[in-house]
């Protein structure tokens, strides 16, 4: 399982047929500190592991289709055995060309000696002026440089563009060896919330139910976490981003959790809500009920072929219709949902693309006006929820919320994959009906 070299090798391709006279430039994801001298666990930029699958910092790659002899250039660390006492193998400059399937590979100390020669006859450069500000800095002093030559030279690239117009349109569509790796993370992540429900129960705190997911999770071979993961009990479920996880759970009262793992960098992403005690109170079931239901109808209008807002539209429109039966929300429906009247009970949108990040890349409208329109291989989060936070404020002439109402939070999130013919729930082994969150 896995990216194999020469799907890499077509991506390649495939982006330096977008370039057509152009270069492009993509530079590793730096090393981040934790604090003082002790860094994070390495990820790699994701635009560059999609284009290739190396996964080591201070690294620089280059596709010039247009150079006579090298199309696809390395600069990486050169072996150091010392360095690699403490810090780990690298993989080195011979290895790069053979391993990676550059045309050629430098040591990254050598940048300035032969970057220019790359870009020298292009007539537009790519790249993300992203956060790494020293290497944007870089780049367009090599970029000022060559323009300054263009009175004597007559061809330089005049133009600099972002690499991601590039990259996202390609990583939107998932390949069928994406897919599979998206099956293995979502199917550990699945795993890990099947654990911590039959785990959590009244009287433990929540980090303890987070360390069973996430132990799970590298239990059965994940890179570990694809996100802090959310484990909110009680009215810390109203909180969407919450990760303290230091609360203990009580009866009576339900248990949020998003958690999903990453494979080979691509990632699952999966909020169940259930009763901490295995027993929904009256209105934590309508409210659960009603968000099961608008997740469902939410499901089926992903499909190829519909505008990418019209599940999140579905999603409004059931939450809607519930609240006003509810008498939590009154007046014109349409209104409401003009005048954004039921945000205080549902502040995000549906979902998100889903894939090398968690919130994947990958334009949603086409235009200002126009929603993208979904096709067989994206892959997308539908994650519908109602919040009543103790401290919610309802919107304009809108009622007020009584008590018995107030500290429930809940989210009903899994990840779909679309297909020629319909979708595909690809965390459908994680139960979510109602006898299910019972028992």
Not at 107 to 133: F, K, P, W
Not at 301 to 322: F, I, K, M
Request: hydrophobic share 35%; aromatic share 10%.
């Amino acid at each position: 399982m896995g990216i194999s070299a020469q799907e890499y090798q077509q991506r390649r391709e495939q982006l330096m047929s977008k370039i057509g006279g152009g270069t492009a430039i993509f530079r590793s994801a730096p090393m981040a500190v934790m604090h003082n001298d002790v860094e994070y666990i390495y990820r790699q930029d994701s635009d560059f592991y999609y284009l290739t699958g190396f996964n080591e910092p201070e690294a620089v790659a280059v596709f010039a289709p247009h150079h006579n002899e090298h199309r696809f250039i390395l600069f990486v660390q050169p072996k150091d055995a010392l360095q690699e006492t403490w810090t780990g193998y690298r993989c080195g400059v011979e290895a790069a060309t053979e391993k990676y399937g550059a045309d050629v590979a430098y040591s990254i100390e050598e940048l300035d000696q032969h970057l220019l020669q790359y870009l020298a006859n292009a007539d537009r450069l790519y790249y993300n002026l992203g956060r790494d500000r020293s290497f944007n800095e870089q780049i367009l002093q090599y970029w000022q440089k060559l323009l300054a030559g263009f009175q004597r030279k007559g061809r330089v690239p005049t133009a600099l563009e972002d690499s991601r117009v590039l990259t996202h349109p390609m990583r939107l569509v998932k390949s069928p060896a994406e897919i599979e790796v998206m099956r293995k993370a979502t199917a550990l992540s699945a795993k890990a919330h099947n654990r911590a429900r039959e785990f959590a129960k009244p009287g433990l705190y929540e980090y303890q139910v987070e360390a069973e997911i996430e132990h799970t999770f590298r239990l059965d071979g994940s890179m570990g976490s694809a996100y802090p993961s959310i484990v909110a009990s009680g009215a810390n479920a109203c909180v969407l981003h919450y990760i303290d996880n230091n609360r203990q759970m009580e009866d009576n009262e339900l248990l949020l959790i998003d958690a999903g793992c990453s494979v080979d960098y691509y990632n699952g992403d999966i909020t169940r809500t259930f009763p901490v005690g295995g027993k929904f109170t009256p209105e934590q079931k309508v409210l659960y009920e009603l968000v099961l239901e608008s997740q469902l109808k939410a499901i089926d209008q992903v499909r190829v072929g519909n505008p990418y807002n019209l599940y999140h539209e579905t999603a409004v429109s059931v939450l809607v219709d519930g609240l006003i039966e509810l008498g939590l929300l009154k007046g014109d429906k349409e209104e409401i949902i003009k005048e954004g009247k039921y945000k205080p009970f549902y502040m995000h949108r549906t979902g998100h693309w889903l894939g090398l990040d968690v919130h994947d890349v990958g334009a949603y409208m086409k235009d200002q006006e126009t929603w993208q329109t979904l096709q067989p291989g994206n892959i997308l989060t539908v994650e519908p929820g109602l919040y009543i936070s103790p401290y919610i404020q309802p919107a304009e002439g809108q009622p007020e919320i009584p008590d018995r109402w107030k500290g429930i939070g809940i989210r009903i999130e899994d990840d779909i994959l679309v297909t020629e013919d319909g979708n595909d729930v690809l965390t459908a082994d994680v139960a979510k009906s109602v006898a299910a969150m019972e028992s």
